[in-house]
């Protein structure tokens, strides 16, 4: 529904405000709020949320002494709604500005190459062993999640339609979709500890919890993409005499495969941040351990990392005897780890959509 | 079949149906293996946890005597937080939706959806590193300003902390994680709010509110509670948010701005696991078997809520 087929202010029976009326009102409680801040010292935060409240006011009201109530509340409501959005707006803008703020400083080629073994305090050691754990435990998950959200996804378009077992697994995969990371990690924690005592660190282990949280986004994108390719594809090529499983891999694969990738990708670019179930199925380990099938040794990962860093931060050598304050140099190499983990799920990200867009299945010839 | 077989080339068509049966069979399992999985996460949760529901106080530690002494405080923590962290969101997430689907200038509201989403990509150790940090830092003022003239109400009641690592904070910080899921779900439902109602709302002559109020609200109701609780069930379980912004131990209290504010499930098993014996790991991953339950029990009611609504509206 476009703004333009809704009532439109311009009304030749009753008065009405100005067109630009919420422009006019919404400039002057900037205006306002900024001479307040000026004449009485307020900080940044109170005058605009002055602003705010002075707009919310000023606008229904004036639009009820001339428009009648019913407009007036539509105009409540509608500053209430942008009121919303701008302020959602101030986290986001605020997390990206802190991120690259305080990561871009401390970013080099020595901190993505070093690691933290052996450290010292000071602000020397990086995220090296961290970025290949990452790579290594999220391939895992991968090599594991696909094939199995791929072949039930087929189950569900190709052989499964509207029995009960399909219709029993598309609403358990919603359910699953919801299962905290925690209890993913705390389940692959408690499948490997019976397999192979308690003693285990394995990187694989924290592979299993990415894949199980991995499993639900893979399967309903591949769906939804399988879905969309035409049946005229597949009754084209049954009556070649091609058989059934061959149609799937030869035709309904290969047509929407771009779909398919994109949806890989988020689902990885999802599960690439997860910290906590990392911290309880494989643990934090500050040297280089590239092989995620040693029991005795964890894996270092970017978020493992982040936490790491704030949890136990350095601290400054001092006298015998004095209170030490933490010194920033954790600080500062979370921050810049936190950047590169972003910087990692935003291609993720963009490039899952390119692929999408460049691979659409085309339809409607 | 058997006359059939007699028409066709032997070997291409056996072949053919051996693969079939082969991939069928592959899928078939991947689809079943799906529901064992799931069933897995449970049985094993049960099997490792199970023993830890009569965990002794020396195992619990913390003065605690028995597991319910910890699981019930934990898990009113839990669910307090959790539905502070909705109470703050949904409203937003609902005008958020509305914005989008109603509101925005056509051409800012595609950008605006794909800002929400990126807002959803954010991961949840960035959310803890700047909640910790950047935002407990900034509330300092407002807490001690709660913590001096609204002590007389029971979430405000004090003494504050002076670093600002406290309750409310994770509270906000689970706001803002939850609400691109709340929207998502909402705008899908407001889209699909049948178009006719709607114009013939506007020929009536009402307002864009009315509109929105008598004819997109009664459709989308049970999808917008299906999106509130599939929020709900992010907030419960959310770890990283919550232990990076304060840490504390489990209480039941209200007091949302002190220190001692009450622990929730996920942030005192992610706490205390790395350093935990296998006595108390299996105690910890009892009270994981409880979170597991509850959040199961909200998506599976959410879920079950939205195939409601789906069947009614293609009937």
Known sequence: MSTASLPASSDWTRPSLPRYAPLYVAGLAIVVALLLKLLLGWDWAAAAIIAGILNLIALPVWSALTEGRRQAKDRLVTTLIWSAFVTICVPLVWVIVEVLGKGIPHLSWTFVTSTMRNHVPGPTGGIGAAIVGTLVITALATIIAVPIGLLAAIFLVEYGRGSRLARAVTFFVDVMTGIPSIVAGLFAAALFVLIFGPANQMGLTAGVALALLMLPTVIRSSEEMLRLVPDDLREASYALGVSKWRTILKVVVPTSIGGIVTGIMLAISRVIGETAPILVATGYLAGMNTNPFRQDQGMATLPTFIYDQYAHPDVASCALGQTCAPATWSMDRAWAAALVLIIIVMVLNLAGRIIGKIFAPKTGR | ?315
């Open chain 2, 1 to 315: 079949m058997s006359t059939l077989t007699e028409t066709q080339p032997k070997r291409m068509r056996s072949r053919g149906q051996a693969g079939d049966r082969v991939f069928a069979g592959l899928a078939r399992g991947a689809g079943i293996l799906i529901l064992v999985v799931l069933a897995a996460v449970f049985v094993f949760l049960l099997v490792k946890g199970l023993p830890g529901f009569n965990a002794s106080a020396a195992t619990i530690g913390q003065g605690f005597t028995s597991f319910w002494d910890v699981g019930w405080p934990l898990l009113f923590g839990t669910i307090l937080i959790a539905v502070l962290a909705l109470i703050i969101s949904v409203p937003f997430s609902i005008a958020i939706a509305l914005f989008i689907a109603f509101y925005a200038p056509r051409r800012l509201a595609v950008p605006i959806g794909y800002i929400i989403d990126l807002l959803a990509a954010v991961p949840s150790i960035v959310f803890g590193l700047w909640g910790g940090q950047q935002l407990a830092n900034s509330l300092r003022p407002v807490y001690s300003w709660l913590g001096t003239h609204a002590s007389w109400f029971p979430l405000f009641k004090g003494p504050y902390a002076g670093t600002g690592r406290v309750g409310v904070t994770a509270v906000l910080v689970l706001a803002v994680m939850v609400l691109p899921i709340t929207t998502a779900i909402s705008r899908e439902v407001f889209a699909q709010t049948p178009k006719l109602t709607q114009e013939a709302a506007i020929g009536l002559g009402a307002t864009r509110w009315e509109v929105v109020k008598l004819s997109v609200f009664p459709h989308a109701k049970s999808g917008v509670i299906a999106g509130v609780m599939l929020g709900l069930g992010r907030a419960l379980g959310e770890t990283m948010a919550v232990v990076m912004v304060y840490s504390s131990s489990p209480r039941v209290t209200f007091n949302v701005i002190s220190n001692s504010s009450p622990q929730t499930i996920a942030s005192y098993i992610a706490n205390n696991f790395a350093e935990a014996n296998p006595d108390k790991r299996s105690m910890l991953i009892a009270a994981g078997l409880i979170l597991f339950a509850v959040t199961f029990v909200v998506n599976f009611a959410a879920r079950a809520a939205i195939l409601r609504g789906e069947r009614r509206m293609s009937r």
